[in-house]
């Protein structure tokens, strides 16, 4: 859009994005909680326990999925009144909707299957379902958005079709991941285990806390979103392209708060302090030392990047002022990402919860007085104590979540290694 477009369509792009990010990542507990029930069972050497956790996960994924498209009338008419975009914003972003909502069942059971390669280690198959739906739906992007001249409908209709390639995939190498390490003579799918009432309330319990968590994490980006907006189309554009390099930073070091999942998952599982505090240790370690680099990278070379992003001047114009910002921000997200990882494997669900709600009420009180002094300036600063806070929050339940362990034993260590 940003190179076949106007500023309208970056915008309705920013705006349905954030859209479906409240739509689907609300869900997010759908890898998260999995990811830390399998690693811990995996750690266990409960086997059973393994295909039973992803069993109930994806059930409530289907049934999350039809509900939305059952709701998407409602959804996307309460959620375009909530923003304060232009009639042409709003407009795309309802094309946009209206096509990308039936990608919702596909997108909330491929969730629940990455969980399952996280939390048992097999990082290539992660990678290599991670690189499909980004792969096709790229390639779909700029053949029917760009090179068929559909625009953002065929950006949405691309997305959809990569969202139910990529579930295929995914769910057929989750089935030959399980089939090679199943080790009892249960059914492939243990129903009784799966409708267990403990089992399905502590599912359940794990999944409203972290959708508590992520609704308030989604709405720290809304609320950044929504007064960028205040400042005009070109600002909102040039906002939402920072936010991609925020993004793409977050994604790499996403990677090691994945790798955290699964060791601290299975030091949980094994009741093993050791293996914890070597997982927290490391991953730390690796990630700050990877989001100074990536700091570095976007100073360096962010004016080429946005330049590549979008063709208009004035977007480009603006979202250079603002560089290095963004710039300062994934400087000092890395903590809040890796602690992130800790409490998942730990299924710390309620420190997540309470951390999240702390955290982004003190940055909306935070940002009002700064936006008033600063404008956009002010809440990009704003932003960065965010981030911040975020790691603060949780760092403050760190403590109590270790003592939960019992003290290491000499060379003990939690379950067998990650394989890939």
Known sequence: ?????????????????????????????????????????????????????????????VAIGVLLLILQRPIIGLALRLF???????QLARAYFDLRIWGAPASLATFALLGAF???GRMRHLLAT????????????????????LGIRGIAIGTVIAEWVTLGLAFGLVFRVLSQERRDPDA???????????????????????????????????????????FGDHVLAANHILLQLVSLSAYLLDGYAHAT?????????????????????????????????LAALIAVTGPTVIAGLTDLDVVRSVARVYLPMTACYVL?????????????GATGTREMRNASIGSCVAFILVSLPLIEVWGNRGLWIAFIAYVILRALFLGAYLGPLRQRLSAPAPGGHAGSPIRE
């Open 261 to 293: 999942e699964t060791f601290v998952g299975r030091a949980f599982g094994a009741s093993d302090r050791r293996s914890f505090d070597d997982a927290l240790r490391a991953s730390t370690e690796l990630s700050a030392a990877s989001a100074i680099g």
């Open 188 to 230: 492939f799918w243990p129903w009784r285990r799966i409708l267990d009432a403990s089992g399905v309330r502590r599912t359940l319990g794990a999944s409203a806390d972290i959708m508590l968590r992520t609704l308030f994490l989604l709405l720290g980006f809304a609320w950044f979103t929504n007064q960028g907006a205040g």
């Open 1 to 61: 859009m940003g190179n076949t477009g106007t500023a309208a369509g970056i915008g309705a792009i920013a705006v349905g994005a954030l859209i479906f990010n409240f739509a689907y990542w609300s869900f997010g507990f759908l890898r998260m909680a999995t990811t830390g029930f399998i690693a811990q069972a995996s750690g266990a050497g409960d086997t059973a326990e393994v295909r039973a956790a992803l069993g109930r996960s994806l059930i409530l994924a």
């Open 332 to 344: 000092v997200s890395f903590a809040a990402f890796q602690l992130d990882g800790v409490f998942i």
């Open 84 to 90: 304060d975009a232009g009639p042409e914003v709003e």
């Open 118 to 120: 996280v939390g048992l």
């Open 130 to 149: 991670q690189l499909t739906l980004n792969g096709v739906n790229i390639t779909l992007d700029v053949a029917l958005g760009g090179v068929m001249g």
